[in-house]
């Protein structure tokens, strides 16, 4: 039997009822007033200027009510205006680009691998699985001392490698900013795995011959989520000191890290992480609103350093053999799944539109009173974002975000390329996927940033950023040689 009505989603469009729905529930109080703004300006209209007058003349205030009333407005005022938060800005930031004698294309890292583990071929074919599944491309590099046979991780050979990232990229941030290293009033430095004596921040100190009153901190042991804990705790302290600037290093120094054994567990982050570093200016002074390319919205962070698992599902420890590395769990993907959803669960109150936030309080009522197997609502963060920055921890870490979060490919677009040119930065792969967006002329004034980091303990940190200026292409930073040749196409294997 030929069927008579159209199916109702044939013939309505639903996408259209969805944004009917979004804008009128994001503008209710538009609606709500127009009306009434209308009715009263109607109201004085007909009244004429005699009743008008009338009306004015009949409002007797004396001397001492206008005084009271003045003092009070003015007291009101000042105290919202103490009270209120400092604006912070990011004024702008650097990422470092390693040479390309520290290249390791996909047949060096695999050479050296065969050369190190002989005696092992069965590790030496797992990471080529992991490196032909990783989405790295063939540009990615490792600092000096892994490049011998076998590597020299030597404590002169790390601090080589922090100075040549750390300086690198402080030097390229004063140039960008013509800032004086003498008005730095707070300095952060987050290495989670390379934790020297003196301590990277009074090396910084050191080397730029800071003032002796700067607040200096050394962050370690924090994971790839410690970028955005060094921001956080650049903003509290920005709160509490005015007119300053505080300059944030975020980097991981590779060389006394490499795993040398043959655990499959600790040789999986060989493969994946990389040489890699970024500088930011954050500062809460007024006059540097005009130039500075982003004001800081909101920083969330989420801890789940209570549960055990949570706890080892990164970790550093010895092998059978005595050699150190990094243990990935093989419960990281649904931890970090965990530690995503509280931080979404906190986050999302502070940014999505009020039409999400309905249908997520109504679906949830649904289950709790009707059916508790009423598929739960998942806010569309796109309403509340128009670039994602998710951290490049590895290939499927993006790609359950972007389930998630239901994503696409555009808005991972920067993670995956980021990853792809230069593998996992830790702590500042963030930074390169937001030069990413900027080297490809995206960023408008007005938009705003989803920046999403996890890290070991286990942590789940957010940063949202508001573009305070349209930003053109830059003609300089880590993309400046090769962003025309992406985005590139990333294969879900390439064959070694």
């Not at 009917?20 to 007033?33: E, K, M, P, W």
């Not at 590597?151 to 050979?157: K, R, V």
């Not at 994971?223 to 921001?231: F, R, T, V, Y």
């Not at 569309?380 to 975000?401: M, N, P, S, T, Y």
Request: charged residues 20%; positive net charge; contains cysteine.
């Amino acid at each position: 039997m030929a069927q008579i009505l159209p199916l109702f989603t044939s013939s309505v469009k639903l996408k259209y009822v969805k944004l009917g729905y979004q804008y009128l529930v994001n503008h209710i109080l538009t609606f709500l007033l127009i009306p009434i703004m209308l009715a009263t300006a109607l109201k004085i209209l007909r009244l004429g200027p005699v009743e008008i007058l009338n009306v004015l003349k009949s409002l007797r205030f004396d001397l001492v009510q206008i005084l009271c009333s003045s003092f009070l407005v003015i007291f009101v005022a000042t105290v919202y205006f103490m009270s209120k938060p400092r604006c912070i800005y990011l004024v702008d930031y650097a990422c470092y680009k390693a040479p390309v004698t520290c290249r390791v294309p996909f047949a060096t890292f695999m050479e050296h691998s065969r050369l190190n583990l002989k005696d092992n071929p069965k590790s030496v074919d797992f990471q080529m699985r992991i490196l032909e599944r990783s989405g790295l491309g063939e540009e990615t590099c490792l600092p000096p001392a892994i490049h011998y046979i076998p590597p020299s991780p030597t404590m002169e050979a790390a601090r080589g490698e922090a100075e040549d990232v750390i300086f690198g990229v402080i030097d390229s941030l004063l140039q960008k900013t013509n800032l004086n290293p003498k008005d730095i009033d707070i300095l952060i430095v987050n290495c989670s795995l390379f934790s020297p004596t003196p301590s990277l921040s009074a090396m910084v100190v050191n080397k730029y011959k800071l003032r002796s009153n700067i607040k200096s901190y050394n962050l370690s042991g924090m994971g790839c989520s410690a970028g955005l804990i060094s921001i956080d705790l650049a903003r509290d302290l920005l709160q509490v000191h005015p007119n300053s600037n505080a300059v944030v290093v975020s980097t991981e120094i590779i060389t006394p890290n490499y795993y040398q054994g043959k655990e499959r567990a600790m040789l999986l982050p060989n493969c994946l992480f990389r040489m890699g570093g970024a500088a930011m200016l954050l500062s809460n002074k007024r006059r540097e609103r005009r130039r500075a390319k982003y004001r800081l919205v909101h920083v969330v962070r989420t801890h789940k350093g209570g549960d055990d698992k949570a706890y080892r599902c990164v970790y550093e420890e010895e092998d059978p053999q005595g050699k150190v590395g990094i243990n990935l769990s093989k419960d990281l993907m649904v931890i970090a799944a965990d530690a995503l959803k509280s931080n979404i669960t906190t986050i999302g109150p502070l940014v999505l539109p009020a039409s999400e936030q309905l249908l997520f309080l109504f679906t949830l009522i649904g289950r709790k009173i009707f059916n508790p197997k009423w598929k739960p609502y998942i806010p569309d963060f796109k309403q509340a974002f128009e670039h994602f920055c998710i951290h490049a921890g590895g290939r499927a870490v993006i790609d359950e975000l972007q389930k998630n979060l239901q994503l696409s490919a555009e808005h991972v677009e920067a993670s995956r390329m980021a990853l792809h040119r230069f593998g996992n930065t830790s702590s500042s792969s963030l930074w390169y996927e937001l030069s990413y967006i900027e080297a490809k002329g995206r960023m408008k004034k007005g938009d705003r940033v989803w920046q999403i980091a996890f890290g070991s303990g286990f942590k789940c940190n957010s940063a949202v950023w508001k573009c305070n200026r349209s930003i053109k292409a830059p003609t300089d930073g880590p993309w400046q040689d090769c962003i025309d040749r992406y985005p590139v196409h990333i294969p879900e294997i390439v064959k070694l």
